[in-house]
């Protein structure tokens, strides 16, 4: 008997003649269509019954299975997700394996906006470009707000969705009092963006000069009073 794959051989739509004949003649062998499984495994997914039909028959992809923390994402043919699997026709009988992906939102904190990823379950992130927020020096991703305890390992794998926190740093500026002639100046000599308004103080007096006020230029420049805050 013939052989084909998914089927099982039936029969021929003819006899043969018990003698050569002297004209050609065609015998077709029939099959049945075998019927196949596809086992949905579903990685601690919700349950989906399997698919059982005839093989080469047209199929269509089931209802997503859900899992918590994360988004399904699709069907393949191997545990190492590197095939995806086409709903067309019924393969032979074979195991599908749901993927899954985390998304992984960037909270930038006032900073410049940075787009959220999605990412695989078992892959690792990628490390986005800094983001900027004037004033202020980035100093890395954390997984606890405020505290800044905990620093992202961008090398690990996901398994769920995440948010990841910037922080940053003030920048402290450096203020500089020239002219001031060797006299005691009780003024901070820096500042950052969070400082409260400075109100510039006089310095001690010298004897055969008198105090005319702080500017931002040696000649014609702005009298400064104060730093705003900010």
Known sequence: ??????????????TAPA?????????????????????????LGSGIAPLIADYDTVITAPAAPTKANV??????????????????????????????????????NGGSAVAAENVNVGDAPTEPADPTLASHTFNGWYTDNTTFNNAVDFGAAVTVDDTFYAEF???????????????????????????????????TTTAGYTFAGWFDAAEGGTEVTEIPLG
């Open 1 to 14: 008997d013939p052989s084909r794959t998914g089927y099982t051989f039936d029969a021929w739509d003819a």
């Open 169 to 203: 740093l003030e920048v402290d500026y450096t203020i500089t009092y020239n002219n001031v002639l060797g006299i005691a100046n009780s003024n901070p000599a820096t500042y950052d963006v969070e400082t409260a308004t400075i109100t510039l103080a006089d310095p």
């Open 71 to 108: 988004t399904f994402e699709g069907w393949y043919e191997d545990a190492g997700f590197t095939t995806p699997f086409v709903f067309d026709t019924m393969p032979l009988s074979m195991t599908l394996y749901a993927q899954y992906y985390a998304t992984i939102t960037y909270e930038s």
């Open 19 to 43: 003698t050569m004949p002297d004209n050609d003649i065609a015998i077709t062998a029939t099959y049945t269509a075998d019927s196949q499984t596809l086992t949905y495994n579903v990685n």
